[in-house]
């Protein structure tokens, strides 16, 4: 009798590690691992991830790459509206696990799995993201989660493996890192408690440069497409370059707090430099060249977008109205934005673009006009609070005061 098989979506971390020996020897799977790139990892660490999978003793591997697809589908919306989670958070780990799930569930489908497992723990928001992709794209299948499950800690993990003879660099292992295109978030005993952030050596990219330098991004219709004069044939690739320039000044680092989607608070360390000056070099081009409404409606439409998404939501088809809204926005975003670099911190100087509406043609703010005279102003004051001083005398008059 052949055994059943089960897909195993793996990082080749602590939990997917212990998820390969658990699924294999204790529950008597062929275990077929895949693990989805979406960015976070080189041809290096994909090859010492195959090994690792392998060395585990897995039936099989493969290694997706959805880094373009993964913008392609979500990124670019993330980049469209501005988008950071609580003001602050750049959804690094939320938007990158719905084309990990997307993958695993095709991946499921195309080998006939008879289950599927991943790593997911009982306290956060990555087991609903998983679970409602997979129930949706392959309904009916059976879902392991073995660390939710069985309830582990990470130093019980630990011991099952040592137990294995399993040889990892356990010391790396007590922080959880999830890297990818869009940031790296980064978990620890620090982030367990309200009060703390984490040590210096717990960041992946360490901060080596000091001094400054200016970067000029270059958007056409809201995508990055160059950094300072090198063009690129994909945004993300131009993201990856630019998060190389960035990385070691130690740029967009961050505690983010926030709320899951089982109903408790959860703080995360991440650092995101890229993402994070994509971002503020967008809105700033955009605040110059979208409408005072255009600006209004999208921050709207792209915080619920942004919401939704964290939560899991990807396949509402809610989510592709509100990507035609903000691609359909995009139009004018066209130009240059340059942003400069401290150690720690950046700073936005300024944007050049044909679509500037602060053409100097109309006037200057705070000096003068040339589109209208003070009598103007005067009768337009009058008209556009009119309704008001209706309501306010209405009001004196049946008051009585």
Known sequence: MSK?????????GLDTSYCVKYLGEEKGFEVHTITVNTGGFNEQEVLEIETRARNLGVASHKTVDETRNYYDKVIRYLVY???LKNNTYPLSVSAERMSQALAVANYARELKADAVAHG???????QVRFDMILNILVPGIEIITPIRELKLSREEEISYLQSKGVQMNFTKAMYSVNKGIWGTSVGGKETLKSLGTLPEEAWPTQVTKTGTETVTLAFEKGELKKVNDKAFAHPADAIQYLQGIAGPYGIGRDIHVGDTIIGIKGRVGFEAAAPMLVLKGHHALEKHVLTKWQLSWKDQLAQFYGNWLHEGQYLDPIMRDIEAFLTNSQQHVTGTVQIQLHPYRFQALGIESAYDLMSSKFGKYGEMNLGWTGDDVIGFTKIFGNQTAIY?????DVDGH
Do not use: E, M, W
């Open 81 to 83: 509206g501005n988008i």
């Open 120 to 126: 997911s723990t009982g306290a956060g928001n990555d």
């Open 4 to 12: 059943k098989k089960v897909v195993l979506a793996f990082s080749g």
């Open 392 to 396: 306010h005398q209405v009001k004196a």
